[in-house]
């Protein structure tokens, strides 16, 4: 079994795919299911498949973020130029923060429409992609 993707529930869906496109997230696909919902499937380019889907159901009313969902991260290869690009789109991502010391992940929050809080994460050189059991021993 592996994790095939989240989804978010978003109260305004051309808002909040216009942030995740100025993020660098890709459509993949879309789906209406007849009900008034509208479903957006989004990858970063070179990703195989989808990440993240966007959930519009708009009988559902606004979208409580409420404190069940704690955070996405996403990595990047190159965070100064991530956060350049980003600010230049009209996001505004934080001060970029060193959680595990100066040898340790470079990382910046940044919040979508919604309040759902994105953090991005480069790894210091050397460091495989991805968070594993080795950075745990």
Wanted: charged share 20%; aromatic share 8%; no cysteine.
């Amino acid at each position: 079994m592996k994790t095939l993707f989240v989804a978010y529930r978003v109260t305004d869906l051309d808002r909040s795919l216009g942030f995740y496109t100025a993020l660098g997230y890709e459509v993949l696909g879309r789906v209406e299911p007849g009900d008034g919902s509208r479903l957006v499937i989004l990858r970063f380019p070179g990703e195989p498949a989808a990440s993240l889907e966007l959930v519009h159901r708009p009988a559902g009313g606004p979208v409580d973020v409420g404190s069940g969902v704690d955070h996405l991260a996403i990595q990047t290869d190159a965070l100064s130029d991530t956060l350049e690009r980003l600010a230049g789109a009209g996001l505004k991502p934080g001060p970029v923060e060193y959680p595990g010391g100066p040898d340790g992940p470079r990382t910046s929050w940044l919040t979508d429409p919604d309040g759902y809080r994105i953090e991005l994460v480069q790894w210091p050189p050397g460091h495989p992609d991805g968070l594993t059991a080795a950075d745990f021993a």
